[in-house]
DNA sequence: GAATTCCCAGATGTATACAGCCTAGCCCCA
DNA sequence: TGGGGCTAGGCTGTATACATCTGGGAATTC
């Protein structure tokens, strides 16, 4: 049964939305047998499958013990954005030179500026209650973003390893809660950094690119000291990691 | 047999030695049954291995398909090289803020950096004969300032991503033949980069880092062009990857 | 009462069996 | 002689069996 999408995958993807969304929460025990009972698969899938998500930092797993749901700690979430820091700031910049020589890049990302100037004028007019409501679009258009800038990096090694620290990431969000406040500011942060590639000004996008993951940090770690057992997840605040 | 030093990590690095050394040839057949026979194991860890390895750049694998070891491009060759100077530069910044502020990380690249003038100062009093015989000493220092840069980068997914990366610079290295000459600017290089760390100089340490890397990439490109059929190994000079 | 030791349920590592898919090579036909 | 279809072999994906090890709790001892 060698199908293209083959139950390896579909327990991937299962476990990682499992584990993003918070669904299974950080050091949760991922035993091969039960997790194989529940999805309807045999532990070889499901040995590859953890094995996958351990390389993405997902699962902390280590030979002979049993694997669990990676646990958060202020010091790892330090280092992911440190590090997401050195990938995207690099990444931007290659993109924004990439505008300069290739229209469909320069066409990509002047469609995402008015999109994001479209959405910025109306929410702005919202009040905080509408603005509250309408989190999923802002999501949507950041997420826009990070793909665009994975797209069209045409360093292959940048954008798989950008793309594999998302993950992590992206499991982080569903615990930080963004306000409507943040949400204007991060608009804000991210048309300048739009802007600065449609320029094709490189140094300008890197900068952007820092400040914007440097501001989502410090919103992130405020929000994880007020209320450090959001959602029934402990997040240590040790400096581990 | 759960033993800690399991078969699957010996098969890993078994096959990840063959490759690195070139003994498996770019676009060789994987095959697991094959291979397990060959080694003494069954289909399982192996296929484990491999899957490792494919992660690690070392194996080009598709679901469904035979695994082959990886090719080498020229393209590959670049976008590796422009990916290590994103990295290690930063590595090599932070190293250097590191030693301001932490005894043994300073001392342990002091004790490198008289190592490697001892080294430099005999190398150069040597004839070429005796040079080329010494590549074996040579590599042993700069594999050990790698080591001591990945050991002393406190971001542990930086340190991580330059450990990945390693496997497939320590192969193009059996491409290259690095000759006295380049030795010797390479030794200058390194010390170049270890000075800046042990002053603290994180943006000197970037550049130094940076530079090193281009020569470095220009030394094996030269190489690559020049004979790019060296020891049986074809090298795809188009710019894929 | 606390620490230590022993023990067993359950988990992992490995081997092997079985089912579908891909490829390569041969044969047949125009 | 060249091209297309077919068959056979081997390979991967998945399931399951077996040996060994982990680790958590109960019983025991100081």
Same mark, same amino acid.
């Given at each position: ?48 499958? /953890? ?40 990444? !931007? ?32 007019? #919202? ?21 665009? /800038?994975?797209?069209?990096? &045409? ?7 950008? &793309?594999? #620290? ?16 943040? #949400? ?6 991210? &048309?300048?950094? /739009? ?10 996008? !890197? ?35």
């Amino acid at each position: 049964m060698a199908r293209a999408t083959g139950k390896s995958e579909a327990v991937y993807e299962r476990l990682k939305q499992d584990i993003e969304s918070l669904r299974l929460k950080p050091g949760a025990k991922l035993s091969e047998i039960q997790l194989g009972e529940e999805l309807g698969a045999s532990r070889t899938p499901v040995r590859e499958a /953890i094995r996958r998500l351990s390389r993405e930092g997902l699962v902390d797993f280590a030979p002979g013990e049993l694997a669990r749901v990676a646990a958060i700690s202020l010091g790892g979430v330090r280092s992911l954005f440190e590090f997401r820091m050195t990938l995207e700031s690099e990444a !931007a910049a290659q993109v924004a030179a990439q505008t300069q020589v290739q229209e469909r890049a320069l066409d990509a990302f002047q469609q995402l500026l008015s999109q994001l100037e479209m959405f910025e004028e109306s929410f702005r007019a #919202m009040d905080a209650a509408q603005q509250a409501r309408s989190f999923q679009d802002f999501y949507t258009l950041t997420e826009s973003f990070d793909q665009h /800038i994975i797209a069209f990096c &045409r360093n292959p090694y940048l954008a798989r390893a950008i &793309r594999e #620290m998302r993950s992590q990431s992206l499991r982080l969000r569903h615990l930080s809660h963004t306000g409507p406040s943040r #949400m204007l500011t991060s608009l804000d942060e991210h &048309r300048v950094m /739009i802007k600065a590639i449609v320029n094709g000004d490189s140094p300008a996008a !890197a900068a952007a690119c820092r400040h914007h993951l440097t501001q989502t940090l410090q919103a992130l770690i405020d929000s994880l000291i007020g209320a450090p057992y959001e959602a029934g997840v402990e997040v240590r605040l040790d400096s581990a990691g």
